[in-house]
Nanobody
Framework: QVQLVESGGGLVQPGESLRLSCAAS????????MGWYRQGPGKQRDLVAT???????NYADSVKGRFTISKDNAKNTVYLQMNNLKPEDTAVYYCRGYGADWNPDYWGQGTQVTVSS
């Protein structure tokens, strides 16, 4: 079993930055890929960014150039640096960790990010 705990959400103004953290604990060797997803009001949950065990990254087009995903293996923590935030980035951000073929598949509890003036 793996536990994922997100932190770092909050209320910011457009153009500002936030850094989200996702701390993993438990049987983490089963995890190949870590990712951030988000779900805005009345919307489906969508991919934001992923990072593999080898360090390969992938981003949604809407966040390319503004968001950066990274990891600290020693701390078992994945980060999402979000710059130049926009109101449309407002959502609950979820951390996800999964193995090959999405098995196993773990989610964190989510952290709210609100971008508003």
């Amino acid at each position: 079993q793996v536990q994922l705990v997100e932190s770092g959400g909050g209320l910011v103004q457009p153009g500002e930055s936030l850094r989200l953290s996702c701390a993993a604990s438990g049987v983490i060797f089963s995890i190949n890929t870590m990712g951030w997803y988000r779900q805005g009001p009345g919307k489906q949950r969508d991919l934001v960014a992923t990072i593999t065990r080898g360090g390969s990254t992938n981003y949604a087009d809407s966040v390319k150039g503004r968001f950066t995903i990274s990891k600290d293996n020693a701390k078992n923590t994945v980060y999402l640096q979000m710059n130049n935030l926009k109101p449309e980035d407002t959502a609950v951000y979820y951390c996800r960790g999964y193995g090959a073929d999405w098995n196993p598949d773990y989610w964190g509890q989510g952290t709210q990010v609100t971008v508003s003036s």
